[in-house]
């Protein structure tokens, strides 16, 4: 679809869904901003989907190009605080359109880790961003250590985003699964090796998820291989999720220096990329086909 239409849709998702997740007021006190929280947020998802990943891009953008279409838009340091202030509607609203796509209810899921690095490496040991917070790891895919936190990704079969964590680098993936809500998760989940862990896999069997891990190369496999090939191929969907967030969305380069800001900037991709899939979904198109989505 052309830009201004994909604006238009954005927008009617947005409004249509915000009524229906905000159901108090938002603000106690003070006077409500002028630009509206529907217009802040299609602002964000657009803005995303166009892979500007700093609330200036996203301002600069809207008030050179369209600010016909957002005449309340005003200073950027006001829309700066009222993008991050929306942080637990964009966390809502992606909750609510899980649940208009059906994902959740599905039989297999999928997890993985993934880094979120705050500054270049070089400066880790003298910056004073995150400081307390944030915390070194290392990524067995990059082959590097790096500083800042890990996010575990968790998906439906169909590559839905059904929820995202943020952890200290340092935490174990098995750890971090552990810690994550999976109380509304059921059936099957699959894993890379990073994974493996008898009693992590005891303890979700209790809980009614079936976790399944491929083996290292000195355990001794039992199940199928016909099983082991379909578990290896939808596992490349958690890693195609992952791979748009971070060449589209460019999840790693939030340009955050505080929480607030990189959970809202966080939920802000998640939700994007959720809406895209919603809006294939509704185009008859495949959902992780995000590229062709709208022409320029």
């Known amino acids: 679809m052309p830009l201004d239409e994909f604006i238009i849709n954005v927008y009617c998702e947005v409004c249509e869904d915000y009524r229906a997740v905000a159901s108090m007021p938002l603000r ?43 005449p309340r838009l005003g200073a950027r340091s006001t829309f700066v605080r009222q993008a991050a202030n929306l942080w637990a509607i964009k966390q809502c609203m992606h909750r609510h359109w899980l649940k208009r796509l059906g994902a959740g209810k599905g039989a297999v899921h999928l997890v993985d880790g993934f880094p979120v690095p705050v500054c270049h490496f070089r400066r880790a040991h003298f910056s004073q961003v995150f400081r307390g917070e944030a915390t070194f790891g290392y990524c067995a895919s990059k082959a590097q250590t790096y500083y800042g936190f890990k996010a575990v990704l968790l998906t439906s079969g169909e590559g839905v985003i059904e929820d995202i964590a943020l952890f200290g680098a340092h935490v174990d993936e098995r750890d971090a699964l552990v810690d994550m809500d999976l109380s509304a998760t059921q059936g099957m989940l699959l894993g890379d090796k990073g994974f493996i862990r008898p009693a992590l896999k005891e303890d979700l069997a209790r809980q009614g998820i079936d976790l399944h891990t491929p083996l290292r190369s000195n355990m001794k496999e039992s199940r199928p291989r016909s099983f082991m090939r379909r578990a290896a191929r939808a596992r490349r969907l958690v890693e195609t999720v992952i791979g748009q967030l971070y060449k589209r969305f460019e999840i790693e380069r939030n340009r955050a220096r505080d929480l607030w800001h990189l959970v809202s900037r966080l939920y802000r991709k998640v939700a994007a990329h959720t809406l895209c899939v919603l809006l294939n979904r509704q185009l008859g198109r495949p959902g992780l086909h995000l590229d062709g989505l709208v022409s320029f």
């Open 28 to 70: 106690q006190r003070g006077f409500a901003p002028a630009l509206s929280d529907e217009e802040a947020l299609t602002m964000e998802i657009v803005g995303t989907y166009l892979a500007m990943n700093q609330d200036k891009q996203i301002w600069s953008y809207f008030h050179c190009h369209w600010r016909a279409w957002f």
